[in-house]
């Protein structure tokens, strides 16, 4: 272990920017925090604690800067996204790109705050775990999340009483799955909840990742209203769903893409058909008309990206997507 004698350079030249967060005291340990996740081996705050010689501290007063939180986590993000739009490089800048996307943080062991048993898609299981929803900002020279919120499990007593307190009456049958099967009371709940979510009074019963999304991108649009006809906002799958879509569209103005999966339908003068076996058609077409040498449906799209030059064949039309209505098809 090499004890920390002194604050890094780095964290002496930045730290000023995020005095005004702080108490004199907390500044202190903000250092003494920052400075150790970047020199010690050992990331908790024992470990920490231990290496920092600088600033000598009982672990108990680095210990209260985490978990009693004396300072306002809105206020030091705030200090953060200040620093960044002071530098040229860092700042918003109108052809950036923002996208919504959440990450599973996983503990060992249950005996957390918030913590639930979700599925991993990378490992192929559930775990315990946090879930954090975060807006990120991209562009040519940078990318740092903008804004990000700790997704809760819903509160099944507080969402059945908002529930009935709405006026959206609950089925008397269903009501004996909360002892008998309580993983389906609570999938019966929330369906209530997601039918009746456009009202506001049941909205606000649970924050749901979409709703989280749209709060997130909400206040991005108010804090930057001039940058919202360029910036475009990029989410998966899972957050292209007809509801969210609609109201990123018409509610805030901005321009999405989102990503459609294999078994969604396009609606064609045919009928429907799912949007794999349509791809794998256009696909077919284009290189029987390249081998007749007459123009594909793709055309060939170089773009720039990090400083590199990216090709693609894209093919792009206006199509109607089963829920979603007409929108505008990009298949690469």
Known sequence: MIPLVAFPELVQHYAPYFARVFSPAAFVQFQRYISGLIVSENKTVEGINRVCVVESRNQSSLNRLLTETPFSVTDLNQARLDLLNHLPATRLKPHGVLSVDDTLLPHYGQHFDEIAKLYDPTDERYVWAHNLVTLHYSDDDTDYPVFFQLWKPAD???????????????????????????????????????????????????????????????????????????????????????????????????????????????????????????????????????????????????IHYKGERESYDSYCQTHRIQSFGKVRLVIT
């Open 156 to 302: 099944l007593e507080h969402l059945e009483q908002g529930l009935v307190a709405a006026g959206i009456p609950l089925r008397e049958a269903k009501r004996t799955l909360k002892t008998t099967a309580p993983d389906k009371w609570k999938a019966y709940l929330l369906g209530v909840w997601r039918r009746h979510s456009h009202q506001p009074e049941v909205a606000a019963l649970y924050d749901s990742k979409l709703r989280i999304a749209e709060q997130l991108l909400t206040r991005w649009v108010q804090a930057h209203p001039e940058l919202r006809a360029h910036v475009p906002v990029t989410f998966d799958n899972w957050y292209t769903q007809p509801g969210f879509c609609h109201y990123v569209d018409t509610t805030l103005g901005m321009a999405y893409v989102g990503s459609l999966a294999e078994d969604d339908r396009v609606l064609l003068r045919t009928g429907a058909e799912r949007l794999d076996v349509f791809a794998a058609r256009l696909k077919a077409e284009h290189l029987q008309a390249l081998t007749e040498h007459r123009p594909g449906v793709f055309q060939r799209l170089t």
